[in-house]
């Protein structure tokens, strides 16, 4: 007989069929699949605070380094000399323009001769370039050990022969030669070999017909030419000055590096006599002073000299600009001697100066011989050029698409539109660097010499590495991240509004150009929100195609900005962390970079999420 | 059963002994010497070798220091000299840097072959790639905006630039930093109004020519009277020994200079 503990055990059917609840741990099986869940999402979390936690340490040790290569550049004295170096560089900018005027002055006289004497070279270099082959077997022939033998020597010097003759059948004769010139050089083209080292009679007779030319240009420009060499020379009484100040101000600096090395916190610098080498630049002061005078006095001097007109309105226009120009760099120099007495080479470099140093300054400057300098604005505005480029050309095409897509489109061929815009995903991104560089440089530029289109501001264009260029690869980066979220965002607007605009008696147009696509509008900001973040941070492309210029671009050329080269924060970090060594200044002011990208890349998101969240509170 | 265990097995360790003895030499560093020179040198000695495979990767020279120093390559392709600071690092993590001098390199001016500018001054040159002067018709050219193509700062090529031809003055901020020696030769033969400067062995591209300095013309024959000539070095930790030291000492060898030779630089033992 079963006994009644033995009925309360239940059969083994009704074990697997009835649910239990069993617990491993305390935990039971619902709460054990719910943790298993959550904890694969907050990995994500977790690895993302790791990230920022990373860069933050990386780069928040900028600060201290840099304040520290700030207050050596001081300390040693390079901040000194720099104070009158700096604006002395103008000097450049208004020498440059004088030439210009002479060179253009000079050219109205030299110009034939100089074009004659050009097309010999050009017609003796082609012919060089089309026998470069035969001419280095032979030379390689006469100098080989042990020597060649004659017949060999014949029979290569032929080949060249040949060669020469098929090379000057070919030739494009220029028509600033006489036939009767174009003829002889020809003949003694055929002559040319490597064992004949003087140059065809007729081009050292061009030559010579040049110099003869150039020499009465500079006597009929006298003058002019005899002005612009004495301005060129004048800021000789401030450089042997300088460039001693400079050698002991290296000096110094390098002492520095020699005893504390590359240590990013050396205790503060008393072994140095920072006072002592101060003092050999300091006390100079006055004659440093007397010398800036001096050469604004000659400055002034020698522009009197120049002529008012020069050969052609043009180069006449450059000498009243740069008339023009000159007090105002006077004045700059005469500011920055009047400011040297106060130089102090104590002043202490605080923490605000350094944020200021990084985050407005205009030069990137690493590598140097001299100091390197980490400023930050040129390679944000390449980024967000680039970025806001890219947007306003990838925004028509998607948007556009994705309109016509969801609302117009017949079935067939949405199922054949929308794959192919989402397969351009597909291409790696450096696979589209290398389209930029061959194949987009070149048409752009191209298309940039056409007659027809002169008007448009920038063209034809200089560069064909340029931020133009890159943002069209990046707008086609961005097209199917856009064209997604937008074709979703119109996906959702609930089909209430589309009844009720039928009900209305609206057509299609103006259903949904009226209706749909306003009620879309914040998810389709959204949509270009994040295509901006997608694109800002792209680093193969940009690397590849804008051309890496570290400088602000021109933007007195007006809209033609686009077409110029430019470098990025992402760009920057890709080439130049190969060669950093880690924990110095560079490493840092890298990793800063990274997190002021980093930062950027979250504010976009942000934004976008909040577009989503208003389109969400609007619409319930 | 029992013989054919053991025969497979010493089958196993006979195939796998190459895989053992086979060492690997990393060379890391500059794009002048790693993109050409030295790929051909390793083939040749290879062929005379074996057992040896090379993991070249040349991202510029200051990167040949940096590997040298964690350990990441055995030998360091530099295409300048050691800066101080770099030896300091080394002397203060108790590493010995040793330094091989292996070819003369001649960096050479290339402009647009349709520039009819065809010498420049020394003077020139350091004005021109300082960003002084900023058009072609201050220097007998035609007028037009000069685009400045460099390498960039992890190259050596760069840093010897500035010193031997721009008395250690900046480049302008109007230059165009390159990645390589060959994407230089191609900007230039693109822009008419293009300038750049290349190794010796890069420089017949298609569409650039090369510019004489105050007549000097650039060449293998006399390299040291051409003012941009330049050593080039391989960089070694401590004393290289094995392979490593073979292969050093390969490129030494008349073989190897006649590789040297054939790429377009000049070997050690030939440079006057």
Redesign the interface.
Known sequence: MKDPAANSRPSLGSLLLKSQRRSFLGIEKQRAIRLFFASNSSVAIIVLVLIMLFLLREGMDFLPTYRHELETYRRAGLEFCDIIDRPLADH?QL??KL??AA??SL?TVTNTA?RRR?AA?EMM?EVEEETRLQSSILADALVQIPPALPEHLNSVRQELRKATLIALERLQVSAVLTVAESQQLKSELALLSPEVLALPPLVTALSAEYIRVDDEAHTAFKPLVDAVESFEAVPDVLHTLLDEMKKHARETK?RV??IY??EKQPPRQESVDFIRSIEALTSRVPELMGKVEEYALLAKKTAAALPREAGTPQATELLSEMRGLLPVHLAEMRQAAAGLPAWRHDKPVSYFDVIVAFFFGE?W??????QDFFGFVPLLIGSVLIAVIAVLIATPFSVIAAIYTNQFASEREQEFIKPIIEFIQAVPSVVLGFIG?SLL??AI?GVSEWSWLQWIPGFPI????NMFNAACLLALMAVPTMYSLAEDALNNVPRSYLDASDALGATKLQTVFRVIVPAAKSGIAAAVLLGMGRVIGETMVV?LVA?????IPDFSAGPGVIFQ?A?TLTGIIA??L????RGSAHWQALFMVGIVLFLISLLVNWCARAFVRQFEFNKS | MKHFLSISLLLVLCASSPAIAQTKLRLRGSDTLGAKLLPQLAEAFKKQAGMVSFDIAAEGSSTAFTNLLTGTAEIGMSSRKVKPDESADFRTKGKDLREFEIAWDVIVIIVNKNNPVSDLKKKQVMQIFSGDIRDWSEVGGNPGQISIYTRNTSSGTYKDFMGLAMKSREYGSNSQKMAGNEQIAAEVGANPNGIGYLGLAYAHAKGTKIVTIEGAIPSTAEVKKYPYARPTFLYTNGEPAGTTKQFIDFCYSPVGEAIVTKVGFVPKSRAK
């Not at chain 1, 200089?462 to 590495?465: A, F, Y």
């Not at chain 1, 051309?547 to 400088?551: D, P, S, T, V």
């Not at chain 1, 190969?578 to 060594?581: H, N």
């Open positions: 450049q020498c440059s030439r210009r060179s253009a050219n100089r050009d070279y270099r390098a590096t020699e090395g590359t030069a400057i690493t590598n140097s011989s001299w560089i440089g070149d530029k200089q560069e064909r590495l690397l051309g890496n210029r570290i400088a080269p470098h080439q130049e190969g060669e950093v060594s």
